[in-house]
């Protein structure tokens, strides 16, 4: 899984500082742009083609659900957007969700791959055993 954790910020931490209604308003302005331009920066890197065994998207992990809120209250689409460019977009509270949802996912694909060796094993040994018995007769 790839994973960015370099989401902007500055500009919300400084719209948190200032005391200024439209300042702030200017400032959280900047920082849904800042946001948007990072996703699409993610997106056009396309990760997941340079690795074998990775989901087809990338996470931008950002460090806090405020820094979300933010970037969402002044573009509402913001995580349909990213979703569209394989790019998702996660706090701490869903990182843990997604981690342990690939991580079952790769558990479940690696149950399967032992079950299908198990069979071919199976298999072989039937045939061995029929060969051995025709051998013998």
Do not use: C
């Not at 948190?16 to 300042?23: A, F, G, I």
């Not at 200017?26 to 920066?41: F, K, W, Y």
């Not at 199976?122 to 045939?127: A, E, I, P, T």
């Amino acid at each position: 899984m790839i994973v960015d954790a370099k989401t902007p910020r500055e500009a919300y931490l400084t719209a948190v500082e200032t005391t200024d209604d439209d300042t702030r308003e200017g400032l959280l302005s900047e920082h849904a742009r800042q946001v948007r331009d990072h996703i699409r920066n993610l997106a056009s890197k396309d990760y997941w083609k340079s690795l074998p065994e990775t989901p087809d998207f990338v996470v931008m992990f950002v460090p806090g659900e405020a820094f979300f809120s933010a970037a969402i209250e002044n573009t509402p689409d913001l995580f349909e957007n990213a979703v569209r460019q394989r790019v998702l977009i996660s706090t701490p509270t869903t990182f843990i969700t997604l981690v342990k949802a690939i991580a079952y996912g790769w558990q479940q694909e690696k149950l399967a791959e032992n079950a299908q060796a198990v069979e071919k094993l199976g298999r072989d040994l039937v045939v061995i055993s029929l060969f051995t018995l025709t051998d013998k007769g």
